[in-house]
């Protein structure tokens, strides 16, 4: 017969533990799927609004990146001619490089932008029914990824008609979309939570997040810095993604298995650090909007 301390060892084994933390990790997936009709349904709703009323419709979506990246590759390879352009090869070389640079890094700035004003987006929604509020961030995730799939569309044709293939390490680019996507459900969780007491934050994400181009190789490689300033630009998780990306979808770098894991690492921390700050905040940030 077992006495209340042998049941209270029981309860401590290791086991039991780690199935603890696990499910602790994953609780913010096991609320996902449970809404995971509502996600897709708002989702739905915000990809078809998007471009309502627009005589071109989604053929805004493609034909923004197409202009953006003929902007900065002329910029950077016709007129201020940088040293670091012709290292990379050709100029339609480095045109697709500044393509996935811009790519991680445009996701990521839309954001960042719109995350401190998430709840205040939708406070009306939030005030007159019972909804559940983390799944905003779901969905404008889900709805950055999906623009983001449309530049990736634009850049592989890009990359097959200049090149006449494409990669095979192709199929491994779910690998780094998958913790991708949890670091940045981390990151609006967080900044949603935050920017339900101030609209300032919004500003200052507008005014920080683009200079945050400087010290992430988007125009840059990071083995062309030199190797004092390499470990300062691998501190921000973006140049990770960026190299990462490059390599699978370019090959222009070395896949590098142990920057993968570090960045999964983080991306599992800052996943769940967002998603607990945004829960302990919920009910007041609810108020506060």
């Not at 029981?10 to 096991?30: G, I, K, Y």
């Not at 490089?97 to 960042?112: H, P, R």
């Amino acid at each position: 017969m077992l006495t209340p301390l042998d049941h209270r060892s029981r309860e401590l084994t290791p086991n039991n533990s780690v199935a603890a933390n696990l499910a602790w990790l994953a609780q913010p997936l096991s609320t996902a799927w449970h809404y995971r009709e509502l996600i897709v349904a708002v989702l739905r709703r915000e990809l078809v609004s998007r471009f309502s009323g627009s005589a071109f419709g989604w053929l805004w979506a493609i034909s923004g990146p197409i202009i953006t990246l003929a902007i900065y590759t002329v910029t950077f390879t016709r007129a201020v001619r940088l040293p670091v352009a012709s290292a990379q090869g050709t100029a339609s070389d480095y045109a697709l490089q500044i393509f996935v640079g811009l790519m991680v890094f445009g996701l990521v700035t839309e954001l960042c932008c719109r995350a401190p004003l998430l709840l205040h987006e939708h406070s009306w929604l939030l005030k007159s029914s019972i909804f559940p509020s983390e799944v905003f961030a779901w969905i404008a995730v889900f709805r950055a990824l999906t623009f983001a799939g449309v530049s990736l569309l634009v850049l592989l044709t890009f990359q097959l008609a200049l090149t006449g293939a494409l990669l095979s390490s192709l199929l491994l680019l779910p690998f780094i979309v998958i913790p991708f996507t949890l670091y940045l459900l981390g990151v609006v969780w967080f900044l949603a939570a935050l920017g339900a007491f101030t609209r300032d934050l919004s500003y200052l994400m507008a005014s920080f997040v683009p200079l945050m181009m400087v010290v992430t190789p988007v125009f840059y490689r990071i083995n062309d810095l030199p190797q004092s300033l390499r470990l300062f630009v691998y501190l921000n998780p973006l140049s990770i993604v960026i190299e990462m990306a490059r390599a699978l979808i370019l090959g222009t770098e070395t896949f590098s298995l142990l920057a993968w894991s570090a960045f999964c690492a983080v991306s599992l921390l800052v996943f769940r650090a967002g998603h607990a700050v945004f829960a302990h905040y919920r009910g007041i940030a609810l108020d506060a909007i």
